[in-house]
């Protein structure tokens, strides 16, 4: 492992063709974590080229880790483009082919009220069309419902019913699709920086020629040489081809703003489509072992690296689906999350990829340098078909005719090769047989490296967060091997701390086993922890009901008494603590007693390198 | 039903209500007590206050000096040794350390007995941190933690994890911690614990301390005994919520009541009607009870004494029913709510209010939930009606204030009762 700060070492270039860019540190530079960023990285390592990738927060930091977790066929081009329904159920095909351990079925429900009646043989139609994609995802063909059955399916449904539809989709976490991806990819030799954002795309002469970084938790800046950048950084993508002191129209994208409300368990057996007030679709899901509803679009002006949900997106969502199922007013909310779509820009530039979901953008057209690509828009469900695109350009524009053809579709992703018994496993560890259903759900096949952790050091089978279920094993497996820096990096690898109890029996002790894991002191963990209580916090008060209003103030209660409420400028050092570089810390607060007091090992982070 | 008639109705029995029940017998009034719930000083982890600990301790390193423990009522601090769960530091002195399960070593104007008290060591103490096969103890990841305390290190503490054997089944793994400590309710467990805890001290060699996990008794601190019997100082870390020392409030509780001859109706209130002359109470199972005064010792938002419902809660399909208050007390009582200093009068939203603007505390201000209450002056609600503890607005959420303001409130109610 090698820290950022370090030259990068030359590793021979494993592709025979012979060209200038062969003297550069690697063969392409991906910027952004999410599917699109990942998905490239892997693809493109997987066909030979040495690859870096920068992450700024973390991996599926954005929208990737905030989406409804559907990979969907896309019913909604279906009388538009059916050639992207197509695409979209062929693709989805092909993600449950590779990572079948990280897909769930998801039946949805489009309830018909009385006022629509005419319009539902309509709607049959179009999902008998519909079904001729479902074979593509396994999907079931969809059913035609009384008003009596579907309250008969869905008894918490209210309202004047005609009658209804099912359809049916797949869910996945999108998190895990993620770290999946950067782990293939960086088993199979990319490069990984997670926590280091991209400052600056050089070139020269209209050439690509390196980008410029910085860890952002050490402080310590490098540069990397590389013939070829892709940008794939979702709703960043105009700042970051600004980086490269490009107009950022030239990526532009309209940012728009979707949140997301879950609950403490699941609560209906179907996913059911409602309207908001405006007439928008939403929808309340099962999604894992809990419910969620979505969600909203907005324009979003904020700071792309702290979006967060308001009380007011909140109740617009509630009220949108008390309408047909008010069960969801009383029910337990345990937070909020939120993310900004990369929506193709709407005006006047890309019509005709408006049709579509996603584009890439040739900056040598644009803006006239060479090796410089933007990747807008995409979804989880066809991320893989957009990454083999944006290699297969790489590839000609590399080679000047088609190279490699890419292998994603049929190359299991980490944990998807085999199928794996989770009782049984359960059995073997003498574990929980919740936990090791989780455990098998997030790692697959993996989970058995996960279970020989725990053969080697028994103390590792104990619960760390009791209300996902999560194992130490697992914390310690996702920081040595998924990247994981911190709590809130543990939390979205494997959900903990995002349960009913919001962290407080579990954050300490996490932090502490991060801390351990990456050679950090003590206090690290400790501010560590706290920051992620006090931020997840933000992410539940929006949405506080008689129940978690309690629950919240006996958080506060048991925070302030047992570690004391930190300050925000005692919060706004821990990025840096965490990091462990004492100097840049003492120069980012002007050396005050609160940094001066602590001291930091001085590692790097982690990269992957 | 007819209904029974008494001097003073307290609802609520958490430090509030138990002082204000001790105080008016003190003064000679029959009172009874209800509580149907689960309140702050019953989820609490062992450590009390006066004021909120950190302030203190934030204070005292601004000013480079050391805390020391400051002056507690006389009434308070009998009221403290009445109920004999807790140690309260010496006026003046250095004030007691108490581990906490988030790593530090924090001050505390008194502690449950069975918490070990880390002041009271020497400098360059070796504090013995079993290791016990439980989800809250990770002794290696608490040890490291609590030795780069700042305190730890000033006193030159050294905390070292090791393997003991201190539980006797295999299920005890698992079972919720406070039914850890019910099993060391029974003497010949305790000896048995004292007798590894022994064995542990002679093979480690030199022990100035034994610091263990929230497990030594649920009615009684066993923490003296071992104690004695170890010859070093055996004692708790703080637990989670709702642990042990939670269940030592109660059985305390029970002990105080009993010797004062209260007796607590495990039932939860309804509604408090008042006229000139009485107060009804009204309870859950609908019978009713006449007193002259009644005290409110409900507690505030974290015991359910009040309660967050916004006028979106229960609206079913349609909008919400109308503008109101988005808090209300557990009970029906003619009583104002007040937070920040400001009180709720006819609010803004027919929803609810912003509360990821408000309801965490940032910096030194507290949070809405943490501050709502009823506005009250003193004790004094309004006629026959008192309030004491949590419940009242913008008080600092501490034990030794709730204690204090029942003993406030007890005063005020003889007051009012000897005034008519
Ligand atoms: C509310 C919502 C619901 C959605 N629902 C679905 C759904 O159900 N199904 C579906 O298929 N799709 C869904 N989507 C769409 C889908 O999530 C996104 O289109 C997709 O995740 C985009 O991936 P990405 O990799 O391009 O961007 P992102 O996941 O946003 O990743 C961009 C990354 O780039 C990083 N970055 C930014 N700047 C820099 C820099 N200078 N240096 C280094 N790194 C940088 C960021 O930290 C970020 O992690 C949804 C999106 C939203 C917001
Ligand atoms: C997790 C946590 C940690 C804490 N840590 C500390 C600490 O370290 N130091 C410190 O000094 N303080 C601490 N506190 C605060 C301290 O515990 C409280 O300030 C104090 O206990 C409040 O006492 P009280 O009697 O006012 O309220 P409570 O103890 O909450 O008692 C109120 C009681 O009223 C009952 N009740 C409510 N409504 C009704 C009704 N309608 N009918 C009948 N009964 C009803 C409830 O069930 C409850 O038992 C902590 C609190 C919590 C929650």
Redesign the pocket.
């Known amino acids: 492992m090698t820290s950022p700060g370090e030259p990068v070492p030359r590793v021979s270039g494993r592709l025979a063709s012979a060209s200038a860019a062969e003297t550069c540190d690697v063969d392409l530079v991906v910027i952004g974590g999410g599917v699109n960023g990942t998905g490239v990285a892997r693809d493109a390592t997987l066909r030979g080229l040495r690859v870096a990738l920068f992450e700024r927060n973390d991996l599926a930091f954005g929208a990737s880790g905030n989406s409804s977790g559907m990979i969907h066929g896309g019913p909604r081009y279906l009388s538009a483009d059916p050639e992207v329904t197509y695409t979209s159920c062929k693709d989805s095909g092909h993600i449950q082919s590779i990572a079948p351990h990280l897909l769930f079925r998801i039946p949805f429900l489009l309830p018909v009220p009385q006022a629509k009646r005419r319009i539902f043989p309509l709607m049959d139609a179009f999902f008998e069309a519909y079904d001729r994609y479902q074979p593509l995802k396994r999907g079931k063909p969809h059913a035609r419902l009384t008003g009596e059955e579907l309250v008969q399916l869905e008894p918490g449904l209210r309202g004047e019913l005609y009658g209804g539809i099912t359809f049916d989709e797949w869910g996945i976490d999108g998190g895990r699709l993620c770290v999946a991806n950067a782990v293939d990819a960086h088993e199979e030799g990319a490069r990984l920086f997670v926590g280091s954002t991209v400052e600056a795309i050089e070139h020269e002469g209209g050439v690509v020629r390196a980008v410029r970084y910085r860890d952002r938790g050490t402080g310590v800046g490098g540069r990397i040489t590389t013939p070829r950048v892709v940008n794939a950084t979702g709703a960043w993508a105009p700042l970051t081809a600004s980086l490269g002191q490009l107009p950022p129209v030239h990526a532009r994208v309209r940012p728009g703003k979707g949140i997301h409300v879950v609950f403490d368990r699941r609560l209906s057996n179907y996913a059911i489509m409602s309207e908001t007030i405006d007439g928008r679709t939403i929808f309340i899901e099962p999604w894992q072992n809990v419910s969620v509803i979505g969600t909203t679009d907005d324009d979003y002006y904020g700071d792309l690296d702290d979006v967060v949900a308001t009380s007011e997106e909140v109740r617009y969502l509630v009220e949108g689906v008390a309408r047909v199922f008010p069960a969801v007013r009383e029910a337990r909310i345990i937070g909020t999350f939120a993310g900004v779509r990369p929506t193709l820009y709407e005006y006047g530039k890309l019509e005709d990829a408006l049709s579509r979901e996603h584009a890439i953008v040739e900056h040598a057209a644009t803006d006239g340098v060479t090796g410089l690509y933007s990747m807008l828009g995409g979804k989880l469900a066809s991320y893989r078909l957009f990454a083999e695109e944006m290699v297969d350009l790489l590839m000609r524009d590399r080679l000047g005719r088609p190279g490699a053809p890419s292998t994603t579709h049929l190359r299991a992703l980490p944990g998807g090769d085999r199928e794996l018994d989770a009782l049984r496993f359960a059995r073997d560890h003498g574990i929980d047989a919740i936990a090791a259903r989780r455990l098998v759900y997030r790692h697959g096949a993996r989970a058995e490296r996960i279970g020989e952790r725990m053969k080697r050091r028994a103390s590792e089978a104990r619960t760390v967060c009791v209300c996902e279920p999560v194992l130490e094993a697992e914390v310690r497996h996702v920081v040595e091997h998924e990247f994981a820096r911190t709590v809130d990096d543990v939390a979205r690898r494997t959900r903990l701390g995002l349960g009913a109890c919001g962290g407080m029996r579990c954050a300490a002790r996490c932090g502490a086993i991060v801390a351990e894991g990456r050679g950090h002191a003590p206090e690290v963990a400790a501010m560590d922890s706290l920051r992620f209580l006090t931020q997840k916090a933000r992410t539940r008060v929006c949405a506080l009901g008689p129940i978690e209003a309690r629950q919240e103030?006996?958080a506060i209660?048991?925070l302030?008494?047992?570690a004391g409420i930190p300050t925000r400028s005692r919060l706004a050092v821990v990025g840096e603590w965490a990091a462990g570089n004492t100097a840049v810390v003492n120069a980012a607060v002007g050396n005050s007693a609160a940094a001066a007091s602590v001291s930091v090992d001085e590692r790097g982070a982690q990269d992957g390198g | 039903m007819a209904a029974e008639s008494i001097d003073v109705a307290v609802?609520?029995?958490?430090?509030?209500?138990?002082?204000t029940c001790w105080a008016l017998v003190e003064r000679g009034l029959s009172v009874r007590v209800?509580?149907?719930?689960?309140?702050?000083?019953?989820?609490?982890?062992?450590?009390?206050?006066?004021r909120?600990?950190e302030e203190l301790a934030r204070a005292a390193t601004t000013l480079r000096v050391e805390p020391l423990a400051r002056p507690v009522g006389a009434e308070a601090a009998r009221f403290v040794a009445a109920l004999g769960l807790h140690r309260l530091g010496d006026e003046g002195a250095s004030m007691p350390r108490v581990a906490t399960p988030m790593g530090r070593f924090r001050i505390?104007?008194g502690h449950d007995r069975a918490l070990l008290d880390l002041s009271r060591l020497a400098d360059g103490a070796r504090v013995l941190v079993p290791r016990v096969p439980r989800a809250e103890w990770d002794a290696d990841a608490l040890a490291r933690a609590w030795s780069a305390d700042d305190y730890a290190r000033a006193r030159g503490f050294e905390l070292v994890s090791m393997d003991a054997e201190l539980t006797m089944h295999l299920g005890e793994a698992r079972i919720a911690s406070a039914d850890l400590a019910a099993l060391h309710d029974d003497d010949a467990r305790v000896r048995w614990l004292g007798a590894r805890l022994l064995e542990l001290v002679a093979r480690e060699g030199r022990a100035d301390a034994l610091l263990l996990g929230p497990w030594l008794g649920a009615t009684h601190a066993r923490a003296e005994a071992l104690t004695q019997q170890v010859g070093v100082p055996v004692g708790e870390a703080?637990g989670e919520?709702g642990g042990a020392a939670g269940l030592r409030f109660e059985a305390a509780r029970s002990r105080l009541f009993e010797r004062i001859a209260v007796s607590l109706e495990r039932?939860?209130?309804?509604a408090a009607h008042l006229d000139d002359a009485k107060v009804e109470l009204t309870c859950e199972s609908g019978a009713t009870l006449r007193a002259r005064a009644v005290v409110l010792?409900?507690?505030?938002v974290?015991?359910?004494?009040i309660v967050f419902d916004p006028p979106e809660r229960h609206a079913g399909r349609d909008a919400p029913s109308g503008v109101r208050a988005p808090f209300r007390?557990?009970?029906a009582a003619p009583v104002t709510l007040a937070a920040a200093g400001r009180v709720f009068d006819v609010g803004s939203s027919l929803f609810g209010p912003a509360l990821e603007r408000e309801a965490w505390p940032t910096d030194a201000d507290p949070g809405l939930l943490e501050c709502v209450g009823v506005a009250c002056r003193g004790a004094r609600v309004g006629a026959r009606l008192f309030a004491?503890?949590?419940?009242i607005a913008d008080r600092?959420?501490?034990?030794?204030?709730?204690a204090s303001?029942?003993i406030v409130a007890a005063d005020a109610v003889l007051g009012a009762l000897r005034g008519r």
């Open positions: 103030a006996i209660a048991s302030r008494s047992q | 609802v609520g029995a958490g430090a509030a209500g138990v002082a209800f509580d149907g719930g689960l309140g702050a000083t019953s989820l609490a982890g062992g450590a009390i206050d006066d909120p600990w505390a104007r703080m919520v039932e939860q209130v309804h010792a409900i507690g505030g974290a015991s359910g004494g007390t557990s009970l004491a503890g949590d419940v600092p959420r501490t034990f030794l204030e709730a303001s029942g």
